[in-house]
């Protein structure tokens, strides 16, 4: 468990570090499933959200999330975006690794997300609750009062990706700004406040690397 939490740290840390591949976590089932499925998105070992893929389109695709969705977040607040995503990880693994008020371990799951918080000059980061939790009620309590609970209401994000490589901010900020120009052009209104960076592979993943750029829309 320890060490692949380790794999997870930079997920979304521009990472140069060079180490041993960890056997079996690469493992991809399977890259997209069926249109009209109860999931979509990249499929990895580990658990992912379950979604629907509405419409595929140039550049994008547009997923319907249910409602009911449980994630464990944390701000890290006046932070630079590789100070809040190492400070914010460590959190929420702590969390998961026990330091709650059962000692309970929960499963590591896919995918991190960062949102960049502009209210409070950080970011939030977000670990997907595994669906054998129902509500936020079935949760151990946090010993750490900034890891927080959060229900998701029924929504649609437009998504672009997955791609490769290693991005930093700025790589996601590109492809965020390509997927506004996309969903203008078809007219699909959009929340431009709610941003997430998706990142699904470890970091000792060289190739068919897959991260995402999810925007909220209306």
């Given amino acids: 468990m320890a060490r ?13 570090a060079v180490a041993a591949p960890s056997s079996g976590f690469e493992q991809v089932v ?5 249109e009209g499925s109860e999931s979509c998105g990249p499929k ?19 997923r319907k999330y249910p409602k009911g969705q449980v ?11 590789s100070a809040a995503v190492s400070v914010g990880f460590y959190r929420l693994f702590y969390y998961i690794s026990g330091k709650n008020e059962k000692g309970e ?24 609750a595994p669906s054998r939790f129902k509500s936020h009620k079935d949760l151990p309590k946090p010993m750490d009062k900034n890891v927080k609970f959060l229900e998701t209401r029924e929504h649609t994000y437009a998504v672009s990706g997955p791609f490769g490589g290693f991005p930093t901010e700025p790589d996601y900020e590109k492809r965020l700004k390509a997927l506004k120009e996309a969903l203008d052009k078809d007219d699909v209104e959009y929340n431009g406040e709610k941003v997430y960076y998706a ?15 999810h925007l909220l829309t209306k």
Avoid: D
């Fill in 199 to 213: 990142g699904y592979s470890s970091p000792f993943e060289f190739v068919n690397r897959k991260q995402e750029v």
């Fill in 44 to 62: 990895l070992s580990i658990e992912t959200p379950h979604c629907k893929i509405e419409a595929r389109k140039n550049g994008y695709e547009l």
């Fill in 30 to 34: 399977e890259l997209y499933s069926a």
């Fill in 4 to 16: 692949l939490v380790v794999l997870f740290v930079a997920l979304t840390i521009a990472s140069t």
């Fill in 71 to 81: 994630w464990v977040e944390t701000l890290v607040a006046n932070s630079s975006y």
């Fill in 105 to 128: 371990v929960i499963e590591m799951t896919a995918p991190v997300l960062v949102h960049p918080y502009e209210e409070r000059g950080g970011y939030k980061i977000s670990f997907y």
